[in-house]
Structures are given as structure tokens and as C-alpha cells.
């Protein structure tokens, strides 16, 4: 066979993508040195591997959407997600790759009617998120007792990285409890029962899902956009005056949620 002038590095990695990424080996093949194994059946080996592995890496980030709706449907889906060349991995870390799938998921017409999928991927993204964040210190909460009292409405807090909220307008929690435990006393989901909301955040190499009430979640959402713990309470009390913030702000302590506050100097 006779092959093309070597293109350099940079080209020859376009070439390669471009075809694996089609499907159409033309551009790469005069580049593929001869063996007892054709060039044609050489790429294919590339093209295949490559595909599973994006296949499996969706699958480990999304266990539920397989789930919920079978493997056929779901390999069918992950081709067409991955056939777009906008969708493909961006860094060399397939970790960092899945954050556009739930969207993806509400695009296609044959999962019109399933219109909590989105949300539920959503939910997978964060727990694997979760789980990958980098680690931080845990803040201690004994440390807020040694604050001046006229500081305390002033003080900032900064969330654990693997922190991160989710609200939805459908039952994710139900979802979620039936996908882990089939025998549940959970048998029907009605979709009308939300909406929901979960905390996700990572204690010892496990994440957690932590299923609250609105306040609880509201709350903590407002504290880690920046608010001070003042401005957080007043935004709650504006909206609920039974608001307990006490209670609120002991649920974030006591989840671990926070690694530092930020103290204003006097």
C-alpha cells in the first residue's frame, strides 16, 4: 500500500479523531502501517474501543437512567450522545465528562413523556461531582461559640467542595428509594408529589443524599452564594416568619457541610 507524506503530530490527531469520531476511516487509513491485519479492521478496533468505553463511562455515572429505561434503550441513547462531536470528552479525564447527557436526555422525542429523566441525571451528575471533589477540612462548630455576638450576622461561610443542590419538581427521593431498594414499601410514584429537594455532599469516601425540607434547603443555598448568616435569616423570615434558624443552620453544622467561615475584621 502506499502511504501519504507523514503529516505532523498535531494533524495526524485530527485525522484520527475526525474518523473515529465519524465513522469514516478515509483520512486515517494511509497512515496506518501494513500488517497481517488490515487497516480497515485495525481502525475498527480503535473505533469500537473507544465508543465502549464512553458507553460504559455513561453508564457508570448514570446506573439509574439504565435503569429506568433498559439497556437497549439506553445504549441507543448513549450512541446518539456520543455520535455528536460537540458532546465528546474535552480533557484527558473521562471524570470530567457527562455534564451535558441530562440535557440531552430531554431533547429526544422518544423520551418525551419520561420528563423526569432530565432531572434525575441531573442528580446522578452531582452524586458523581460529589464523589470526585476535592477534599477539604471539616469546620468545627464548637468554633462558633468564640465569636462576638456582634459579628455573628456577619459571618460567611464556605461549603465543603463536594457540596452541591438539587431541587426538582418531581419525586427524585421516590425515584431514587425505588431504583435502591425495589422491596420498598414505596410500589407507586406519582410524579405530582414533588417537589424535591436534596443536599449531596461527601463524608468518607461516601456521598450522601441528604432529602430536606425547602427551608433547610433554601437556607443553605443562601449561605453558600455568599450570603452572611444575617441576610440568610432575614431572606428565610421574609418568606416563612416561622422560619427556625437555629434549627436550620445546627442541620448544616451537624451534616458537615461547612469547611470554613469567614470572620469580618473589626
Not at 497512515?31 to 485495525?42: G, M, Q, V
Not at 440535557?103 to 458523581?128: N, R
Not at 425547602?214 to 422560619?243: H, T, W
Request: charged share 20%.
Amino acid at each position: 500500500m502506499n502511504h501519504s507524506p507523514k503529516p505532523n503530530l498535531r494533524a495526524l490527531q485530527e485525522h484520527f479523531f475526525k474518523s473515529i469520531t465519524s465513522g469514516n476511516a478515509a483520512q486515517v487509513l494511509p497512515f496506518i502501517k501494513p500488517s497481517h491485519i488490515t487497516e480497515d479492521a485495525r481502525f475498527k478496533v480503535y473505533k469500537n474501543t473507544s465508543s465502549e468505553n464512553l458507553y460504559n463511562a455513561l453508564k457508570i455515572t448514570f446506573p439509574g437512567i439504565w435503569q429506568l429505561i433498559g439497556e437497549e434503550c439506553a445504549r441507543g441513547v448513549a450512541q446518539a450522545f456520543t455520535v455528536d462531536i460537540k458532546n465528546l470528552p474535552t480533557s484527558g479525564s473521562i471524570d470530567d465528562w457527562g455534564r451535558d447527557f441530562p440535557k440531552f436526555l430531554s431533547t429526544l422525542p422518544e423520551l418525551s413523556d419520561l420528563k423526569y429523566l432530565e432531572d434525575y441525571a441531573s442528580f446522578e451528575w452531582l452524586q458523581h461531582l460529589s464523589f470526585c471533589a476535592m477534599d477539604a477540612e471539616i469546620f468545627d462548630a464548637a468554633e462558633l461559640q468564640k465569636i462576638p455576638e456582634d459579628l455573628i450576622e456577619q459571618v460567611t461561610f464556605s461549603f465543603h467542595p463536594s457540596v452541591f443542590f438539587l431541587r426538582s419538581e418531581y419525586p427524585i427521593d421516590q425515584i431514587y428509594e425505588l431504583l435502591e431498594n425495589p422491596a420498598s414499601s414505596i410500589s407507586k410514584i406519582n410524579l405530582n408529589d414533588g417537589p424535591s429537594y436534596t443536599i449531596l455532599n461527601r463524608n468518607d469516601n461516601h456521598t450522601n443524599m441528604l432529602w430536606v425540607k425547602q427551608d433547610y434547603f433554601n437556607f443553605a443555598s443562601l449561605l453558600s452564594k455568599g450570603s452572611n448568616l444575617g441576610e440568610a435569616i432575614g431572606s428565610m423570615q421574609a418568606l416563612n416568619p416561622e422560619f427556625d434558624f437555629a434549627q436550620s443552620l445546627g442541620f448544616i453544622l451537624n451534616k458537615r457541610l461547612v469547611s470554613s467561615i469567614n470572620i469580618p475584621k473589626v
